[in-house]
Protein backbone atom coordinates (compact mmCIF):
# COMPACT_ATOMS: atom_id res chain seq x y z
CA UNK A 1 0.00 0.00 0.00
CA UNK A 2 1.52 3.27 -0.95
CA UNK A 3 -1.03 5.57 0.41
CA UNK A 4 -0.58 7.59 3.53
CA UNK A 5 -0.36 5.00 7.14
CA UNK A 6 -1.20 6.27 10.35
CA UNK A 7 -0.74 4.49 13.86
CA UNK A 8 -2.65 3.63 16.02
CA UNK A 9 -6.07 4.11 14.15
CA UNK A 10 -7.55 4.19 17.90
CA UNK A 11 -6.45 5.50 20.79
CA UNK A 12 -8.31 5.42 24.07
CA UNK A 13 -6.43 7.42 26.93
CA UNK A 14 -7.62 9.14 30.46
CA UNK A 15 -7.58 12.66 31.19
CA UNK A 16 -4.07 13.71 31.40
CA UNK A 17 -2.41 11.36 30.13
CA UNK A 18 0.03 12.02 27.14
CA UNK A 19 -0.68 10.34 23.63
CA UNK A 20 1.23 10.54 20.61
CA UNK A 21 -0.07 9.39 17.28
CA UNK A 22 2.65 9.09 14.32
CA UNK A 23 1.84 9.72 10.54
CA UNK A 24 3.78 8.37 7.39
CA UNK A 25 3.14 10.03 4.28
CA UNK A 26 3.30 8.88 0.77
CA UNK A 27 7.54 8.44 -0.11
CA UNK A 28 7.88 10.59 -2.54
CA UNK A 29 5.59 13.49 -0.96
CA UNK A 30 7.70 16.48 0.63
CA UNK A 31 4.59 18.44 2.15
CA UNK A 32 2.54 17.30 5.22
CA UNK A 33 -0.18 18.32 7.07
CA UNK A 34 -2.21 17.68 10.58
CA UNK A 35 -5.96 18.25 11.05
CA UNK A 36 -8.53 17.65 13.63
CA UNK A 37 -12.16 16.23 12.42
CA UNK A 38 -14.75 16.63 15.00
CA UNK A 39 -18.30 14.92 14.36
CA UNK A 40 -20.37 17.13 11.99
CA UNK A 41 -17.12 18.95 11.00
CA UNK A 42 -14.87 19.42 8.17
CA UNK A 43 -11.03 18.73 8.66
CA UNK A 44 -9.32 21.73 11.04
CA UNK A 45 -5.63 22.74 9.95
CA UNK A 46 -2.85 22.07 13.11
CA UNK A 47 0.20 21.99 11.12
CA UNK A 48 2.22 21.62 8.30
CA UNK A 49 5.59 20.37 7.15
CA UNK A 50 7.94 21.20 4.03
CA UNK A 51 10.30 18.61 4.46
CA UNK A 52 11.20 18.86 8.06
CA UNK A 53 10.36 22.48 8.54
CA UNK A 54 7.36 23.14 10.24
CA UNK A 55 6.30 26.16 8.49
CA UNK A 56 3.09 26.84 9.79
CA UNK A 57 1.07 26.25 12.86
CA UNK A 58 -2.51 27.14 13.55
CA UNK A 59 -3.50 29.43 15.86
CA UNK A 60 -5.64 27.19 17.43
CA UNK A 61 -3.26 24.69 18.27
CA UNK A 62 -2.32 24.85 22.13
CA UNK A 63 1.22 24.59 23.94
CA UNK A 64 -0.13 21.10 25.08
CA UNK A 65 0.30 20.15 21.18
CA UNK A 66 3.88 19.24 19.71
CA UNK A 67 4.48 17.96 16.05
CA UNK A 68 8.10 16.87 14.76
CA UNK A 69 9.03 15.38 11.11
CA UNK A 70 12.27 14.80 11.68
CA UNK A 71 14.30 13.47 8.95
CA UNK A 72 11.59 15.07 6.19
CA UNK A 73 10.19 11.10 6.62
CA UNK A 74 7.32 10.21 9.25
CA UNK A 75 5.61 12.62 11.09
CA UNK A 76 4.45 12.56 14.95
CA UNK A 77 1.76 14.54 16.99
CA UNK A 78 1.87 14.40 20.36
CA UNK A 79 -0.95 15.60 22.76
CA UNK A 80 0.27 16.20 26.42
CA UNK A 81 -2.48 16.60 29.27
CA UNK A 82 -5.08 15.16 27.00
CA UNK A 83 -8.37 16.79 28.02
CA UNK A 84 -11.68 15.38 27.19
CA UNK A 85 -12.20 18.38 24.62
CA UNK A 86 -9.31 16.77 22.64
CA UNK A 87 -11.98 13.66 21.49
CA UNK A 88 -11.35 13.65 17.45
CA UNK A 89 -10.35 12.42 14.71
CA UNK A 90 -6.11 13.11 13.71
CA UNK A 91 -6.10 13.29 10.30
CA UNK A 92 -2.62 13.35 8.67
CA UNK A 93 -2.12 14.04 4.55
CA UNK A 94 0.89 14.76 2.37
CA UNK A 95 1.19 16.31 -0.94
CA UNK A 96 3.87 17.00 -3.27
CA UNK A 97 2.46 19.59 -5.36
CA UNK A 98 -1.01 21.30 -4.33
CA UNK A 99 -3.89 18.14 -3.61
CA UNK A 100 -3.49 16.66 -0.77
CA UNK A 101 -4.09 12.56 0.48
CA UNK A 102 -5.50 12.12 3.37
CA UNK A 103 -4.36 8.95 5.44
CA UNK A 104 -7.03 7.14 6.91
CA UNK A 105 -7.10 8.76 10.37
CA UNK A 106 -6.04 7.75 14.46
CA UNK A 107 -9.24 8.44 16.37
CA UNK A 108 -8.55 9.68 19.65
CA UNK A 109 -10.85 9.09 22.86
CA UNK A 110 -10.43 10.79 25.97
CA UNK A 111 -12.29 9.29 29.06
CA UNK B 1 -18.12 34.81 8.33
CA UNK B 2 -16.53 31.10 7.76
CA UNK B 3 -14.00 31.03 5.49
CA UNK B 4 -15.98 28.09 3.73
CA UNK B 5 -19.69 27.50 3.77
CA UNK B 6 -21.65 24.52 2.52
CA UNK B 7 -25.40 23.85 2.83
CA UNK B 8 -25.09 20.49 5.73
CA UNK B 9 -28.24 19.27 3.53
CA UNK B 10 -29.32 16.37 3.64
CA UNK B 11 -29.36 16.35 0.31
CA UNK B 12 -30.97 13.63 -1.35
CA UNK B 13 -31.77 12.68 -5.06
CA UNK B 14 -32.79 9.56 -6.77
CA UNK B 15 -30.52 7.21 -8.23
CA UNK B 16 -29.94 8.28 -12.21
CA UNK B 17 -30.31 12.16 -11.57
CA UNK B 18 -27.93 14.86 -11.06
CA UNK B 19 -26.80 15.99 -8.13
CA UNK B 20 -25.54 19.38 -7.65
CA UNK B 21 -23.53 20.57 -4.15
CA UNK B 22 -22.67 24.07 -3.50
CA UNK B 23 -19.87 25.97 -1.72
CA UNK B 24 -19.21 29.45 -1.09
CA UNK B 25 -15.68 30.69 0.07
CA UNK B 26 -15.19 33.98 1.89
CA UNK B 27 -11.36 35.38 0.09
CA UNK B 28 -11.69 36.59 -3.34
CA UNK B 29 -8.26 35.80 -3.87
CA UNK B 30 -8.52 32.08 -3.32
CA UNK B 31 -6.88 29.78 -6.05
CA UNK B 32 -7.47 26.60 -6.12
CA UNK B 33 -10.63 24.24 -4.84
CA UNK B 34 -11.34 20.63 -4.14
CA UNK B 35 -13.90 18.35 -3.72
CA UNK B 36 -13.66 15.75 -1.37
CA UNK B 37 -15.77 12.85 -0.35
CA UNK B 38 -15.92 11.13 3.00
CA UNK B 39 -17.74 8.21 3.80
CA UNK B 40 -19.04 7.69 7.21
CA UNK B 41 -16.13 6.49 9.64
CA UNK B 42 -13.65 6.69 6.72
CA UNK B 43 -11.06 10.07 6.00
CA UNK B 44 -11.89 12.26 3.01
CA UNK B 45 -10.95 10.84 -0.33
CA UNK B 46 -9.97 13.77 -2.64
CA UNK B 47 -12.45 13.61 -5.88
CA UNK B 48 -10.99 16.33 -8.12
CA UNK B 49 -9.90 20.00 -7.91
CA UNK B 50 -9.87 22.91 -10.31
CA UNK B 51 -7.95 26.04 -10.54
CA UNK B 52 -8.94 29.74 -10.44
CA UNK B 53 -8.81 29.77 -14.32
CA UNK B 54 -11.64 27.47 -15.06
CA UNK B 55 -14.01 23.91 -14.77
CA UNK B 56 -12.98 20.66 -14.50
CA UNK B 57 -15.05 17.25 -15.99
CA UNK B 58 -13.66 14.38 -14.73
CA UNK B 59 -16.16 11.09 -15.49
CA UNK B 60 -19.47 11.79 -14.15
CA UNK B 61 -18.32 14.98 -11.66
CA UNK B 62 -18.20 18.63 -13.06
CA UNK B 63 -16.77 20.85 -11.01
CA UNK B 64 -17.42 25.29 -11.29
CA UNK B 65 -15.89 27.86 -10.31
CA UNK B 66 -18.06 31.21 -9.98
CA UNK B 67 -15.44 33.88 -9.38
CA UNK B 68 -17.39 36.77 -8.68
CA UNK B 69 -20.06 35.30 -6.56
CA UNK B 70 -17.39 33.45 -4.87
CA UNK B 71 -19.04 30.09 -5.06
CA UNK B 72 -18.02 26.42 -6.29
CA UNK B 73 -20.19 23.47 -7.33
CA UNK B 74 -19.70 19.80 -7.69
CA UNK B 75 -22.01 18.33 -10.51
CA UNK B 76 -22.18 14.48 -10.41
CA UNK B 77 -24.45 12.70 -13.03
CA UNK B 78 -26.32 9.83 -13.40
CA UNK B 79 -25.89 9.45 -9.59
CA UNK B 80 -25.73 5.73 -7.68
CA UNK B 81 -26.35 4.97 -4.39
CA UNK B 82 -22.72 4.44 -3.94
CA UNK B 83 -22.48 8.07 -3.88
CA UNK B 84 -24.27 8.18 -0.77
CA UNK B 85 -21.14 10.50 1.34
CA UNK B 86 -20.41 13.85 3.12
CA UNK B 87 -18.65 16.32 0.26
CA UNK B 88 -16.37 18.64 1.87
CA UNK B 89 -15.29 21.80 -0.35
CA UNK B 90 -12.05 23.00 0.38
CA UNK B 91 -10.14 26.11 -0.41
CA UNK B 92 -6.68 26.68 -0.35
CA UNK B 93 -5.97 30.86 -0.58
CA UNK B 94 -2.23 30.40 -1.75
CA UNK B 95 -0.86 29.60 2.05
CA UNK B 96 -0.02 26.28 3.44
CA UNK B 97 -3.32 25.11 4.38
CA UNK B 98 -6.68 24.55 3.32
CA UNK B 99 -10.03 24.95 4.68
CA UNK B 100 -12.86 23.14 4.85
CA UNK B 101 -16.41 23.55 4.80
CA UNK B 102 -18.47 21.52 7.41
CA UNK B 103 -19.78 19.23 4.23
CA UNK B 104 -23.00 18.23 2.58
CA UNK B 105 -24.40 14.94 3.30
CA UNK B 106 -25.89 13.31 0.22
CA UNK B 107 -28.07 10.29 0.04
CA UNK B 108 -29.06 8.80 -3.68
CA UNK B 109 -31.80 6.44 -3.26
CA UNK B 110 -32.26 3.74 -5.23
Known amino acids: DTGVSQDPRHKITKRGQNVTFRCDPISEHNRLYWYRQTLGQGPEFLTY????????KSRLLSDRFSAERPKGSFSTLEIQRTEQGDSAMYLC?????????FGPGTRLTVL | QKEVEQNSGPLSVPEGAIASLNCTYS??????FFWYRQYSGKSPELIMFIYSNGDKEDGRFTAQLNKASQYVSLLIRDSQPSDSATYLCAVDRGGNQFYFGTGTSLTVIP
Open chain 1, 49 to 56: FQNEAQLE
Open chain 1, 93 to 101: ASSSRIEQF
Open chain 2, 27 to 32: DRGSQS
